[in-house]
């Protein structure tokens, strides 16, 4: 994973409040789920903040699949300015299911305002409570302090690995899980990149949750009409997208990632 954060505040109502304050165009902040129109305000924003970029379809395929697991956070103008991309995939040769972190991005203007932490703990609460998942897993690059920080201090990640040139241009990632049940088992990444254990209990260890992070508990009903809207829009993207790049327009690329029938997302 990749994404570039300092310090990031833990997630509460309080918190949320607070924001506004910092800077004045910024009083009224939302985390929400994604739909079908943030697709290429998200696109967007991870070509302006990571170098592991994906094409259109990709969000489709997630948005499709997990519609309960992308969000964003809006600025008072209703623009996205961060959000979490994230997937439920199931254990080789186990019947767990653990829910993946494909990507996180919060643009550069927007940073040290706790987005990163609000968006995660609302993909988080619904791994846990809507997929059951047993965990969930990430990458992070071994030089980004500021993420691992956020990561291990704020959601209480820790390290199960290292994962040898990981990334395209070869450098090394920590694979970092968060159990939701139970203790985690993981290891603790040092200021001097030492392994430590420093356990912490799955449950209840994360700050905050969805309702603290939006405001509000999000709808569980999916009606059949909202279903076929969302399908008929990802294909009005899709042929939009298609006609773009007859056109010439640049496209991103989606990595080919390690592992999995489609591959881990690389942050």
């Known amino acids: 994973m990749y994404v570039w954060v300092r310090n990031c505040p833990r997630s509460s109502a309080s918190t949320a409040n607070k924001v506004g304050k910092t800077k004045g165009s910024f009083d009224a902040m939302q985390v929400r789920r994604a739909t079908m129109e943030d697709m290429y305000q998200m696109q967007h924003c991870n070509l302006r903040c990571l170098p592991e970029n994906y094409n259109l379809r990709y969000y489709l395929y997630h948005i499709l699949s997990w519609p309960q697991l992308l969000y964003v956070q809006e600025d008072n103008n209703g623009n996205v300015v961060g959000y979490v991309l994230a997937k439920m995939e199931e254990e080789e040769h186990a019947e767990k299911v653990f829910g993946h972190i494909t990507s996180i991005a919060v643009l550069r203007t927007h940073r040290r305002l706790g987005i990163a932490s ?16 047993n965990f969930c897993s990430l990458h992070v690059r071994k030089t980004n302090d500021a993420a691992l920080h956020l990561y291990q201090n704020t959601l209480n990640f820790r390290c199960a690995n290292v994962e040898s040139k990981y990334y395209v241009d070869e450098e090394d990632a920590y694979h970092m899980k968060r159990f939701f049940k139970g203790s985690n088992p993981g290891f603790y990444v040092t200021e001097s990149r030492q392994f430590v254990r420093q356990p912490n209990t799955g449950a209840g260890a994360a700050a905050g949750s969805a309702a603290e992070a939006s405001g509000q508990r999000p709808d569980k009903k999916n009606s059949v009409d909202k279903q076929k809207e969302q ?10 997208d298609l006609k773009s ?18 591959g881990k997302g690389k942050k």
Not at 118 to 133: F, G, Q, S, T
């Open 118 to 133: 609000r968006v995660m703990n609302a993909a988080l609460h619904e791994m846990e409570h809507e997929y059951d998942a």
């Open 231 to 240: 399908l008929e829009l990802a294909a009005e993207l899709l042929e939009e």
């Open 245 to 262: 790049s007859g056109k010439g327009r640049r496209q991103p690329h989606q990595q080919h990632q390690k592992g999995g029938k489609h």
